[in-house]
């Protein structure tokens, strides 16, 4: 039979999938190594230690904390470290100069102001949903910088220049270090990753919907025997939402990538991610729907022959968008949702329904209704996908369809 | 009519939460000025920078880096990084000794290979999700410590435990300072947000429900002025995963609070969390039912009853939550569910649905049915929360009942 075919193929393709996924954290792990010694080098080969000296910390610091699993993460905080030391240590500096010229007790008094009033302002800017989202680790560096330069206006002979632009120059060879490694030897991409997750998001809920169309014909104890995956799927789908945002944000930082490059229209991912989310929710309760009705309900053919017929458009939909090419036949398989919307309400007329007993007949108009209602949001989606690859400019491919 | 009542309740209700939550975010960025200005006082007071000396940047970062919003948070961060810091610390110190013994190129290499050995494992270890989801940082700030302190053995002649030592000392400084500010000045607690943020999802789900039982009564045209507000709340609750997660996680680390004490089971709120999403994606499913129904429909009045014993139940159950007592009606509750579901099943007998037209039949059918679907969720959800409160030892509190 073919269940079983399908679901060792899918047990195949999870299994590798895992093992690909077990080898980038390995070549991360090793990546972070590589970055860390590189470093160190600066404290450990005598002429470097010579040219930066203790500051040679800062170095370290920074590749610690900006090396991160994915390249656009990695770009984002550094970029984010680089600026907000820059700023915080230049107002830090003119801070501080200022301080030692006031000297006295004004200087604890001016210093003591500072430190509270930018405190207090950047962490309250720190809530800002914008400044959230993208810059907080910047306006906490800023913070960081600020206070840690300040404060050495304090100490009066201290030149605090000086200090300032060895601390920037070492956490700039941290940059590099840590940039050149994370994007040049076996790089991972956040986009990569938001891409993929999507189109195998198409995948897992035409497979779910499968699933329930089998389903329909079995017994109650068939279904009862059965362990209870296809919820998890619908789930998983559900709560994608806070990743899909965090991967977004982090391809923004990735310029340089050689599918997608400038402003790729990531909103649109996140847009159509929304309407997969619907989708998954409209799944779920119609699976409830199958779990409740008692009986094989194969006298539903139709709704078998129509169910069929959107899992093969989630595929279609799902495949052209893994391989990057416009879906030439949008247009008809929008028309053809739309038939088949038509052909499930009539499905349902008169005589098909009244077969059933009355608790049994409700699950069934439920099912029906249900099953339209995913043929409408496929359609949404459809047309979502289609805006997406008309605003990124996916290449055309004329292949000859049938459905 | 009660309908703008509610609603302007509604709107007072959450422009004072608003303006709550406003103060809270002031409140914190002052507690944030005020800890860095302590801890700028080793600086400043040159009694206390005799003692520290340039050490007391130690004690800065430590309060920009730990101190966050709650008070778990804090607390949490706090801990990983003093972990962090002796671990790595300590470890750090025995390899520089060791490789200052061996000296001349050995040093080098011991040196390197340690750094690369440690920084990779650390990493790698970072991927492991129960790590990941409470240590991360502290296994960030050991590689981190750990890198520092072994560099400095690369420096013959250089006193490597004290350097740490003093380290070590003006992290704690941080620390205390940190924690003494966040916890004994207006706190915010990770565990009340927690728990409010649950029992504000009853009362949503139950204004939803109670928003489409209106609804039906309501022509095609009065559906299209009105705007779609009622989603939004559905898909709030559908995307609360990852946030009661983090919360569930910070609390674990509040065992100070006068509400929650030790050993609370937070893992119950995220089991909740998830039936209430299950709820929220069934109560969806309805909203569109209502939608796409074209005719007022009026004539399921027995309906209508039965969506308000649901909302009632929802509201009542909530409230028991928020004032943290057992909810004793709850057997009754169970059984009244039980019961109108089955009069629910009786609503649809025959001739009700007969009434209506083809294409109307399906929906008000699956109206009917997901009315159930939620009753069934909603008994499942009593039955979670009565076990949360055994769990937790709510009080008990007997009230009569009337439903």
Redesign the interface.
């Given at each position: 039979s073919i269940v079983p075919t399908t679901s060792y193929l899918k047990d195949n393709n999870n299994k590798q999938k895992k093992s690909e996924h077990d080898i980038k954290?390995?070549i991360?792990?090793?990546k972070?190594?590589?970055s860390?010694?590189l470093v160190?080098?600066l404290?450990?080969?005598n002429p470097l230690?010579d040219q930066v000296g203790e500051n040679?910390?800062w170095a370290?610091?920074t590749v610690?904390?900006i090396f991160e699993f994915n390249a656009g993460a990695t770009l984002g905080k550094g970029f984010n470290r680089g600026i907000g030391t820059i700023v915080g240590g230049g107002l830090g500096c003119l801070a501080a100069t200022l301080a030692q010229k006031i000297g006295g007790v004004g200087n604890?008094i001016f210093?003591?102001s500072s430190?509270?009033?930018l405190?207090?302002?950047a962490?309250?800017f720190r809530?800002v949903p914008r400044i959230k989202k993208r810059y907080d680790y910047g306006v906490?560096v800023f913070?960081?910088t600020f206070?840690?330069v300040v404060?050495?206006g304090?100490?009066p002979g201290l030149k605090v220049w000086e200090i300032a632009r060895e601390r920037l120059l070492n956490i700039l060879i941290g940059f590099i270090v840590a940039i050149c490694v994370n994007l040049f030897v076996f790089p991972t991409w956040a986009s990569d990753e938001l891409h993929d997750s999507l189109v195998e998001r198409f995948h897992h809920l035409a497979n779910t919907i499968q699933g329930c169309i089998e389903e329909c014909s079995k017994s109650v104890k068939e279904k009862e025997n059965q362990p209870d995956t296809s919820f998890t799927v619908c789930?998983s789908v559900?709560?994608s939402?806070?990743?899909d945002e965090s991967l977004a944000n982090f391809a923004k930082w990735e310029p340089w990538h050689r599918k997608f490059g400038f402003s790729y229209p990531w909103e649109k991912y996140l847009k159509m991610g929304e309407v997969l989310?619907?989708l998954a929710?409209?799944v779920?309760?119609l699976q409830?729907?199958i779990h409740?009705s008692k009986k094989p309900t194969e006298s539903l053919k139709q709704c078998e022959t129509i169910g069929s017929k959107v899992v093969w458009t989630l595929r279609e939909v799902g495949d052209s968008m893994k391989q990057m090419r416009k879906c030439e036949e949008r247009d008809s398989i929008i028309a053809k949702l739309k038939t088949t919307r038509e052909e499930l309400?009539l499905v349902?007329?008169?005589s098909m329904i009244e077969e059933f007993e009355?608790?049994e007949?409700?699950?069934i108009?439920?099912l029906?209704?249900?099953f339209?209602?995913v043929v409408e949001k496929v359609g949404e989606l459809v047309i979502e996908v289609g805006e997406l690859q008309d605003v990124a400019g996916f290449r055309t491919r004329v292949t000859p369809v049938s459905m």
């Open positions: 954290k390995l991360h792990s090793t972070v190594g590589i860390l010694v160190s080098l404290y450990i080969l230690f040679a910390m370290i610091m610690v904390v604890s210093i003591g430190v509270y009033i405190g207090s302002c962490t309250y809530f906490v913070m960081l206070n840690l404060v050495s304090a100490r789930k559900l709560n939402k806070s990743k989310r619907e929710a409209l779920l309760a409830c729907c409740a309400s349902t007329s008169t009355n608790d007949r409700l699950a108009a439920s029906v209704f249900l339209m209602e």
